[in-house]
């Protein structure tokens, strides 16, 4: 069944640091709408959202900065230890994250590609709301490495982030398609390139 009729909507995952952004980023390139769920988990509790009003009703007004947005790190304060409140946090959260998701995707236009860029699409067990699923994959060591690289991360916090997450198999099992992102810059777009040739952009046109 189609996830959208008339669009080829995309789940797009990968680890930390595999490189979903850049391949959304060379995706979009190409045509594609790309939605972010990380930018709209930050949308759906945006002053004045319902979502908002959620948050403060289970957290306290504590969770909120004098200006009346979220206040990220005492909410992170308030769910790190505790996995009752992270689980309520997320059904907050996430069912606001899909509506989004949702209304976008049926907003975009008839034949558009449509790339959801989801890192815990896994996790949370989206697989079957997709036309493909799309894994960007490297090696638990070069993932390390980008990390540190890019968040400027000791290697204890690094692996304490990797390990937080889907193992690297769960991914794999429920890929239609899979990017190893191990090589150059060059050698992914190649591999973005063959994807949209042959399973996204010629349906397109
Ligand atoms: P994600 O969105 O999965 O967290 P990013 O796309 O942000 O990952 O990539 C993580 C980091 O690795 C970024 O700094 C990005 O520029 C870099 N990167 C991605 N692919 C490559 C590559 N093939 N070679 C070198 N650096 C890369």
């Known amino acids: 069944m189609s996830a959208a009729p008339g669009r080829l909507v995309i789940g797009l995952t990968g680890g930390i640091a ?22 709209l988990a930050r949308e759906v509790v945006a002053p004045g959202t319902a979502g908002l009003a959620a948050v403060v009703e289970r957290f306290g ?28 946090l997320e059904a907050i959260i996430h069912p ?17 590609i449509v790339v959801q860029v989801i890192p815990l699409l896994v996790e949370t067990g989206q697989q079957e ?14 993932q390390l490495a980008r990390v540190r690289a890019r968040d400027g991360l000791g ?8 390990a ?4 690297r198999d769960a ?15 060059a050698h992914l777009e ?3 390139e063959r994807l949209w040739r042959e399973r996204l952009g010629p349906r397109a046109g």
């Open 18 to 39: 595999a490189g979903k952004s850049t391949v959304a980023d060379l995706l979009a390139a190409r045509g594609a709408i790309v939605i972010d769920a990380d930018l």
């Open 164 to 167: 937080a997450q889907a193992g």
């Open 190 to 192: 190649e591999q973005v």
């Open 129 to 142: 709301a997709f036309d493909l699923v799309v894994v960007v994959d490297v090696p638990p060591e070069v």
């Open 171 to 185: 991914r794999l099992a429920v890929a239609d398609v899979v990017i190893t992102n191990d090589g150059s810059p």
């Open 96 to 112: 606001a994250v899909r509506a989004r998701a949702a209304a976008l995707t049926a907003a975009a236009p008839d034949g558009a």
């Open 61 to 88: 007004p504590g969770v909120l900065t004098a200006d009346g947005d979220l206040d990220r790190p005492a909410l992170g304060r308030l769910v790190f230890a505790d996995p009752a409140a992270r689980r309520d």
């Open 155 to 162: 290697e204890p916090e690094a692996r304490a982030r990797l």
